[in-house]
């Protein structure tokens, strides 16, 4: 049986992330780019799971969540660039199964749909419905984003026919990256990505990782400059040029 998931989003580039990033886990998809477009559907009975933006231009988060689930008891996943304990504790107290901050890495938004359905008795999405490669034996899957697969077994990353393999730090930041969809995200972003609540409040520790990320990238055809530095404010990843024959 195939579960369908509603995308609710107004930023194109991460609707289009959200829907990739589902669709490779082998759900169906609907989107919603309005709060107003989420609430029509959902009385239509569109999708099996929310994924809920609460940053639209049309409706207040909070309202339109408690309206979400006053119309459907379906799985209902808060994606938010605001992820404070309070921001967190009020989503969930109205009503919020989870809560994921973005960036996210896809594996683990994957991991918390699966385990919302599995809380409401739903049948999950059998492997051989995933779109890239499947599940490994432990589980995980390989997530495509944009032109770049991510391959948990081996933590690696493919694009124009070349592979690199990373560290776990390096994997889980060039997936952070990828997930954001060429937004900028900072120094801080990436240390709470790899240290949680314990990180530190500066290091530059994520300079060295940045570094070993490029040069693993530089023998990848296009690999050279898709990792860009934005002085100032962080880091960004951009879609590799496309390559004939390995030649740019």
Known sequence: MTMEILVVEDDPKLRSVLSATAQVGGFDTREAESGSQA??????????????DLGLPDYDGRELLIILRQLSDRPILVVSGRGSEQDRIEALDLGA?????????????????RASLRRHGRPLPEAGDAAEGGFD???????????????PFDQSVSFNGGKARLSDAEYRI????????????????LL?????EEAPA??????VYISRVRAKLRDIPGGRDVLQTVTGSGWRLLEPPRTVSGIR
């Open 39 to 52: 609430i029509s559907l959902v009385s239509q009975g569109v999708g099996d799971v929310v994924l809920l």
């Open 97 to 113: 199964d989870d809560f994921i901050v973005k960036p996210f890495l896809p594996g683990e938004l994957l991991a918390r749909i």
């Open 137 to 151: 034996a432990a589980g995980r899957l390989p997530s495509r984003l944009g032109s770049y697969l991510l391959d």
């Open 174 to 189: 060039f997936g952070a990256l990828a997930g954001a969809a060429e937004a900028v995200l900072s120094r801080a972003e």
């Open 192 to 196: 709470a990505i790899l240290y949680g």
């Open 202 to 207: 500066t290091s530059k520790i994520i300079d």
